[in-house]
């Protein structure tokens, strides 16, 4: 085993390598570049085997990923954003090939206005196309997490492919030291890929992808990849244990970050949730018992376990890094869907929006948000969904925006 | 062509490959030109999909081909044929498979797709010297939608006076400008000289473009049982001149001696049916002549 400081991007590049894979399509965007340039120079140096492709778009991108898995090679590529959301016909598509592969999404705020920072409005567009989430938290986890990602997919009895999540700029460009495992030991770990009856060959030829009429085949297929979906809440678990006995790590359906004692919890994904646990910390250190809680896989929803882990608690505070515009907070209604019907739901669930387009969220602003649990549970009344905004933000807004018409008036008188 | 197999008419396969009973229409020429091409061609391939009428050719669980075929979206069939061609090779490369078991990649588009929506795709698959044929049938409209007018338009179904304004986009230009290993245009009318053209197509490697075009009874408005007919007036009025580039070159491979004139083509179509009523639009008729006269002065 060998420990390097490596970058998120890197982090993902390395578990692509460990997996052992043989394609990549790629396409260039920010920030998710580092990745297939990382790999693009191992395959130019020879230390990894296979071929990379760069199409003229992420929709033909995902079309060649898509369509590569279909023919029996273990494909990697990566995207973010925009790209995501142009393969987005082909991010429906190929998850009903039923050809596992995996895509790093390096999350990253959408147009408009256009933006180059994180949130996870892209990564969520994705949500119901039948692809596994998976979101990260550091650029461990983001490696180890690629790893079980290609085992998930490739099960047998699942055969979906995956979405890698990490959030650009905090964790794509954050260097951390990174165990790189063995590659023996990883490739032993992911083992070969076996395409099973999904592939194109000579002498067995294969209608992949075709047609229905009506409404009866339709249904039939598209429940039956909702039900393999969710199988891999049931071989997950298997997997991340293997993995742990084998690597020394554990990575669960969710992390549960002071949770069992625990009155109040955050609930977050991705890696602003490591700035959550901070405040965790020093809440506790007054004397808050307050907990966090992340899901991981985010499709298939793990509602058993956070019904679990949020059972008996007094109040939740859900902060959502994404915006359904006209609902608000998308996790905070997936959690919702979860409470209902189950017997100690807790009574408080607030939700708050913020870390749009890679706005910070200051530890000042969790201790906030916990004291308006506090208050809400002795209440027993649900605050209203807040943006986390700070007056000073909209001032310096404003005056940016002051200085800028001076600016242009100057430029009028200027004029010849 | 001296080197073909494809002397004469009693030369042609007569092994049919592609299965009955698809549910194309009657007369649907798209579907005389794919028989065609099919039969030589074999089921040694996968035929990579677009939206469009022949995605109904594979209805679950049912398809007339013997080979491979894989749908993927109206916009990235070539991106399909890319990445079943890498992992073809790249299976051969590591000596997963065989030799025999390897496929010829081909696209199936419409003209929808081939001149418009998939024109990101094919023109990214033609930079990496992408290892395809593509085939485009071409009925001049968005068939499975209801013959709107797409790209390859010649003039319209749309029913104003004057109908579609516009003409047909130079879909072969486009290829043969970019220097690929072939591009032809071929049609079901005439059997022997798209056989040629498909045998030369598989004999090459690279990217490869067969536009066929597709007498749609549908779509144009005629008499299914007209659709060979039509075909082989496209081809003497010089509507469609038959043609293949290669190493630099266009060549003509059937130029009609007299050409018919062109009403002759038009006045058999439902979809032209504004040219000559309520009152014959002579000035419109005049004007397509002359593009049509003005093409093969070029050529002869
Ligand atoms: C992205 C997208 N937009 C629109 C459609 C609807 N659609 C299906 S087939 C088709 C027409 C395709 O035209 P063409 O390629 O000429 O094939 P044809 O229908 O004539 O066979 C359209 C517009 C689609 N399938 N996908
Ligand atoms: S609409 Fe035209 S191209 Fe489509 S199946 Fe019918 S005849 Fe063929
Ligand atoms: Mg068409």
Redesign the pocket.
């Given at each position: 085993m060998n420990r390097k400081l490596l970058t998120g991007n890197a982090a993902a590049a390395w578990g692509a390598r460990l997996a052992g894979i043989d394609y990549v399509p790629a396409f260039p965007i920010t920030p998710q570049t580092e990745i297939i340039e990382t790999l693009s120079g191992w395959f130019e140096r020879g230390e990894l085997q296979g071929r990379m492709t760069v199409l003229e778009s992420e929709h033909s991108m995902i079309t060649a990923a898509g369509a590569a898995a279909a023919t029996g090679v273990r494909v990697f590529t990566a995207t973010s954003s925009q790209g995501l959301l142009h393969a987005m016909?082909m991010i429906y598509t190929v998850t009903g090939w039923r050809a596992p592969f995996v895509l790093v999404n390096v999350s990253r705020g959408l147009s408009s206005p256009i933006t180059l920072e994180p949130d996870h409005n892209d990564v969520l567009a994705a949500r119901d196309s039948g692809f596994i989430q998976i979101h990260c938290a550091n650029c461990q986890e983001v490696l180890d997490t690629m790893l079980i990602a290609y085992r998930l997919a490739e099960h047998q009895s699942i055969r979906l492919p995956i979405i890698v999540n990490l959030d650009g700029f905090y964790l794509s460009f954050t260097r951390e030291p990174v165990e790189i495992p063995d590659q023996s030991e990883a490739r032993e770990f992911v083992g070969e890929f076996d395409p099973g009856q999904i592939k194109f060959r000579a002498s067995m030829p294969e209608s992949q992808a075709v047609a229905v009429l009506g409404g009866s085949p339709y249904s039939y297929f598209r429940y039956e990849t909702h039900l393999a979906m969710l199988e891999a809440l049931n071989v997950y678990p298997e997997i991340a244990d293997e993995f742990n006995a084998r690597f020394g790590r554990f990575h669960g359906l969710l992390e549960c970050f002071e949770c069992d004692d625990a009155d109040y919890l955050f609930v977050m994904m991705g890696c602003f949730a490591t700035k959550a646990k901070d405040a965790v910390l020093r809440l506790r250190e007054a004397g808050i018992k307050i907990g966090l809680l992340r899901p991981r896989l985010i499709r298939p929803f793990p509602s058993a376990a956070i019904a679990a882990a949020v059972s008996e608690k007094k109040a939740l505070a859900v902060i959502d890094q994404n915006l359904s515009i006209g609902k608000g907070g998308i996790l905070h209604a997936e959690i919702a869907s979860v409470l209902y019907g189950i017997g100690q739901a807790p009574p408080i669930l607030a939700s708050f929006i913020g870390g749009l387009g890679g706005r910070d969220i200051s530890q000042e602003e969790f201790f906030e948000i916990a004291q308006t649990l506090i208050n809400a549970s002795k209440t027993g009344e649900t605050p209203p969904p807040r943006l986390l905004y700070t007056a000073r933000e909209f001032k310096e807004l404003k005056n940016l925006r002051a200085i800028a018409q001076v600016e242009r008036q100057q430029l009028k008188e200027n004029q010849p | 062509m001296t080197d073909t197999r494809f002397a004469r008419m009693k030369d042609l396969p007569s092994t049919h490959w592609l299965g009955a009973g698809t549910p194309m229409c009657a007369g649907c020429g798209?579907l005389q030109a794919l028989h065609q091409i099919y039969d030589i061609l074999g089921n040694k391939t996968v035929f990579v999909n677009?939206?469009?009428?022949?995605?109904l050719l594979s209805i679950y669980p049912f398809t007339p081909f013997r080979g491979s075929w894989l749908y993927t979206?109206?916009?990235s069939a070539p991106a399909g044929a890319q990445g079943i061609r890498d992992a073809l090779d790249i299976l051969l490369e590591q000596k997963h498979i065989p030799p025999e078991e390897d496929l010829t990649t081909v696209v199936l588009?419409?003209?929808?797709?081939?001149y418009?929506?998939g024109v990101s795709a094919t023109s990214g698959a033609i930079d990496r010297g992408l290892d395809f044929l593509y085939i485009c049938?071409?009925?001049e409209?968005?068939?499975?939608?209801g013959?709107q007018f797409?790209a390859?338009a010649k003039t319209s179904t749309s029913k104003g006076p004057r109908g579609y304004p516009g003409y047909k986009k130079d879909l072969f230009a486009l290829w043969a400008a970019n220097k690929p290993a072939y591009v032809a245009t071929v049609i079901g009318a005439e059997p022997l000289d798209l056989a040629r053209k498909i045998e030369k197509a598989t004999q090459l490697k690279g990217s490869r473009l067969i536009i066929a075009l597709s007498p749609?009874p549908t779509?144009w408005d005629f008499d299914p049982k007209e659709s060979t007919e039509i075909g082989r007036l496209a081809v003497k009025t010089g509507v469609w001149p038959l043609k293949e580039y290669q190493d630099g070159r266009v060549s003509h491979t059937k130029i009609p001696k007299e050409r018919l004139p062109v009403e002759d083509y038009l006045k058999v179509q439902g979809r032209f049916a504004h040219l000559f009523e309520p009152v014959r639009n002579e000035a419109m008729l005049a004007e397509i002549q002359q593009r049509i006269d003005d093409y093969w002065a070029d050529v002869v």
């Open positions: 016909e | 798209g677009a939206a469009g009428c022949m995605t979206a109206m916009g588009s419409g003209d929808g797709s081939a418009g929506m049938y071409d009925n409209g968005y068939g499975n939608t013959q797409s390859g749609c779509g």
